[in-house]
């Protein structure tokens, strides 16, 4: 879930600290979000160094503060040789002298007694490392300049900052050298854009925690579909790891621990062992179909946000893609995807080899997510606001575009289209509409496109669930976006840390109404397919088939287990449980009884201790 609070372990009375022995700097255990499973320990590489982001640490042995002063003169050192090969190569190719006055300024910064004396001084009084004392005289420098009167004068801390950087940096510079030469690493970032992640060696990373991101950021997309843990929305992870810190990243549990003690590695290697068992008990289980032991099948989906998730999917077990989030092509570019783009993308994810179907649905931007170039006007209930179909509406030339490339992608496989967040037989009927002109303006030109695109209304408002019966009329299906029709239905925005211990899946009113959607689409003979993060919790797993949910769209990495749940239990006893359910009147009732249902079924999934 988005936006868990994350603090470091020291912050949290009560919870037990360790202190490892050798490096005598302490364990931070910080919890975020896990937005891709699995464990890994290894060594830390700090990936971007802004002056924001400055490592602290507290050392806690008075051999460690000699340590840091000898690392902050080695790096004053470097620093100024650094300078004096600059001043010569300047020299040389002539020009100005207002660059060398520059540089002579910091090399008397670095040179100035004061500047030495009172970072180390922080190190001494402080206890903490070299970078932060540097940090911690600068800002002392800045509070002085600011009080000057003087424009110029005032401006000068530029100089200071730069002198300060090159220490810092340079003081960095051995952690530079385990990216070139470590064994792998976890990266550990603010955030990362496609750009950043293209830098690194991929290969080499072995996980990823950062102050920023949720599960649909692209960090934890990249992650998922590498398959590496990744922890994210830690807040202040940056400023609590040095590279080369011994770290553990429990992308199941949103756990990150930093300089953890001997012991708790030796128990994370264990849990590590087991993951990666199970994973691959669990991968037995992906090629099988997802049936009932008496016979009731429901088509699984896999959730994706870029095409490069298309192999995971096929590897997890995917039947076909169940939502395909296209506004992540809009996401991260520097101008507007034109037609080509999208098809490209669109080519990739129907009629692949391995995949019988593939759901694009239209983009769903505006609210918080915006395209290149847009000046959105600010909102003050964006969730309320102009996304998703309202916005393809308003903006039709963009909408044209997107579902011309649909169209001329249909003709290579079985494809389905969905509209988000269809609140109105206005708009699927105006959607339709848009669709069938770009449709037969393609016909016209001899443009081939499929014959038997499914047309679809996702249900994420209630008042969709209300008018259901009419909206049949229009749909060849319809598909749940229960992250969103939670949201609503409980008046709990899904991305407010302070409201989310009340966003309940299995809340009485959540579950009345997806019983009432799967009622009136059977009763209208369109299949209903669910693709919130629901459809992949296992532990509404036989909720969901006693709901007779047609297709359960999720995850890819959430397949295997959610196939082996379907597989071990019945369609009958699924039915007797929402039965039971259906008649409970609080969510803590039903969740108290889903879980010790599930924990009695399947003990080995849903451990009895936890
Ligand atoms: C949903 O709302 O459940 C859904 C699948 O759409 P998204 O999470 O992209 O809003
Ligand atoms: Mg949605």
Same mark, same amino acid.
């Given at each position: ?38 464990? #890994? ?19 806690s042995a008075p051999s460690l503060i000699?340590? =840091?002063i000898r690392r902050f003169r080695s ?11 600059? !001043? ?17 300024? *910091? ?53 200071? @900052? ?6 810092? $940096? ?9 990216? $070139? %030469? ?7 970032? %603010? ?5 950043? %992640? ?9 996980? /990823? ?21 990744? +922890? ?74 870029f095409v490069e998730e298309i192999p995971?999917?096929?590897? *997890? ?17 520097? &101008?507007?995807?034109?037609? $080509? ?54 903006? +039709? ?21 969905? /509209? ?14 848009? /669709?069938? =002109? ?22 994420? #408002? ?19 976006? !229960? ?32 019983? &009432? +959607? ?20 296992? %532990? ?44 409970? *009147? ?20 849903? @451990?009895?201790?936890?």
């Open positions: 879930m988005t936006g868990r609070r994350s603090r470091p372990l020291t912050d949290l009375r009560g919870l037990k600290t360790f202190m490892d022995e050798d490096n005598q700097k302490e364990t931070i255990v910080m919890r975020g979000v896990g937005v891709s499973p699995g464990v #890994v320990i290894g060594k830390a590489y700090l990936f971007d160094r802004l002056d924001t982001q400055v490592p602290l640490y507290k050392l000699a340590e =840091e790096a004053l050192r470097e620093s100024e040789k650094q300078l004096r090969e600059l !001043t010569k190569r300047l020299g040389d190719l002539g020009g100005g002298m207002e660059p060398l006055y520059i540089i002579d300024v *910091h090399i008397m910064i670095l040179r100035d007694r004061k500047f030495i004396d009172r970072t180390i001084q922080n190190i001494q009084e402080k206890s903490v490392n070299a970078e932060w004392a540097v940090r911690m005289t600068i800002d002392k420098y800045r509070e002085i300049f600011d009080r000057m009167e003087d424009d110029y004068l005032r401006g000068r801390i530029s100089d200071i @900052q730069y002198a300060g950087q090159r220490i810092i $940096e340079n003081l960095s510079e051995k952690d530079r050298a385990v990216m $070139e %030469t470590g064994e792998g690493f976890v990266i550990i970032a %603010t955030d990362l854009s496609p750009a950043s %992640t293209a830098q690194m060696k991929i290969d080499r990373v072995l996980g /990823f925690a950062t102050d920023m991101g949720g599960k649909t950021s692209h960090t934890a997309i990249v992650a998922r579909s590498l398959e590496i843990p990744a +922890v994210l929305g830690l807040e202040n992870i940056t400023r609590c790891v040095q590279t080369n810190d011994d770290i553990i990243i429990d992308g199941s549990a949103g756990v990150v621990i930093v300089r953890p003690h001997p012991e708790v590695s030796k128990r994370y290697e264990e849990k590590k062992r087991l993951y990666e068992k199970a994973r691959d008990d669990l991968l037995d289980h992906a090629k099988l179909p997802a049936v009932t032991k008496d016979g009731y099948r429901v088509e699984i989906g896999g959730n994706i946000e995971s999917a096929i590897a *997890h077990g995917a039947d076909g893609i169940g939502l395909y989030r296209t506004e992540f092509i809009y996401i991260n570019r520097k &101008q507007l995807p034109d037609e $080509e783009d999208h098809l490209a993308n669109y080519r990739s994810v129907v009629g692949v080899t391995g995949l019988s179907w593939a759901t694009i649905r239209t983009f769903d931007l505006g609210g918080d997510k915006f395209f290149p170039g847009a000046k959105p006007s600010r909102e003050l209930n964006p969730q309320l606001g102009l996304r998703a179909i309202r916005f393809c509406l308003k903006e +039709v030339e963009l909408f044209k575009v997107q579902l011309r490339a649909i169209l001329r992608a249909s003709a290579r496989g079985k494809l389905r289209i969905m /509209f988000p967040m269809i609140s109105s037989i206005e708009e699927i009927r105006e959607a339709k509409r848009i /669709f069938y =002109e770009v449709k037969n303006g393609l016909l016209k030109t001899g443009t081939p496109v499929g014959n038997d695109i499914e047309i679809g209304v996702m249900i994420e #408002v209630p008042s969709a669930v209300i008018i259901a019966e009419e909206l049949a009329k229009e749909a060849d299906f319809f598909s749940i976006g !229960t992250n969103d029709l939670i949201q609503y239905v409980l008046a709990i925005d899904r991305i407010n840390e302070r409201v989310t211990y009340l966003y309940e899946p299995l809340h009485p009113a959540v579950l009345s109404l997806i019983k &009432q +959607v799967v009622d009136v689409g059977h009763r209208a003979g369109i299949r209903v397919a669910m693709c919130g993060e629901m459809a992949g919790d296992p %532990t509404y797993a036989m909720i969901l088939l006693g709901l007779e949910l047609d297709e359960l769209s999720m995850n890819p990495l959430a397949i295997p287990r959610m196939k082996k749940i379907v597989r071990g239990a019945t369609l009958k006893e699924s039915k007797a449980l929402l039965k039971k359910v259906m008649r409970l *009147h609080s969510s803590s009732e039903i969740r108290a009884l889903v879980e010790e249902t599930m924990r009695k079924r399947f003990p080995d999934e849903f @451990q009895i201790n936890g």
